[in-house]
């Protein structure tokens, strides 16, 4: 038990640590310390640099800090990573679709030649740039035909749709028998529903951010099953008293200075359609 005076002199110590330290630059200090612990990503980390990572979402909408940069870079590098190790030589002659794909890179730096699909002209221009085929529609109504890719990948894109599992079937529908999904969605600690903000185009703000079991839950309703899954956490171990007092004072809070701190991360593969009823 701790009694209220040491409460108090570790309220002190706390904001003495933090004193004259902005929250962005102890993130990104910690997505450094994360990058430290993870020697194997570094050169992962390296394949997108960091005007890339400024550049990530378009020139529109530029990542002027430095913790948002790095995040991006870090989450690309582990995703990267995984998705190496979970497809194998799968990969090697597979048709890759990335649905809500921003600039192309992840499809560059795997060596496919993919399709990036977005709902904003912008970014489809931007993924085009990079050297990647890209296609404007909208993720719920997928212009392909069924079976089409052998890799289906939805990375941050789910929290942005209005019918988050009209957006999974349809990603089901366009992979290939035997295939596989890779989806992303921001870690919370709950499910979190955002009501709409007419000054906010559609397609750019969050509107379900599910909490793991409910999107088992979501799941579970589409022809999909969760085949394997892991969460990505950006925020390393402190190596200075301002990091400790920084994570003690949050953390309560899944966002830290604008950005999640962790993300779920899913293969997903179709399942068997259920049999026909018979008729008797």
Known sequence: MVTEPLRGLAARGARRAL??????????????????QEPQLRGLFAEM?????????GPEEPLEHRH??????YFHAWR???LRERLGARLEDARVLDVGDTDGLLLKHLGRPGLGFNLAPA??????SNGVEAVLGDGQRLPFDDGSFDCVFCFETLEHVESPAQLLEELARVCAPGGRLFVSIPWVPRTFIHARDPSIPRGYAHVFEFARADFGALVSHTPLRIRWEAVCDLIGAPSRPAHRAFLLA????????????????????????PPEPTVS
Request: net charge positive; proline share 5%; hydrophobic share 40%.
């Open 68 to 73: 948002l940069r790095s995040s991006v870079r």
């Open 80 to 82: 990267l990573q995984v």
């Open 19 to 36: 004193q004259g330290s902005l929250p962005s630059d102890l993130v990104a200090e910690l997505i450094d310390n994360r990058l430290a």
């Open 123 to 128: 970014a489809v221009d931007h993924i085009r």
């Open 49 to 57: 640099n960091d005007e890339q990572a400024r550049l990530h979402f």
């Open 250 to 273: 949050t953390r309560r809070s899944h966002v830290l200075a604008g950005m999640f701190r962790r993300f779920q991360f899913f293969e997903l593969e179709p399942t068997a359609p």
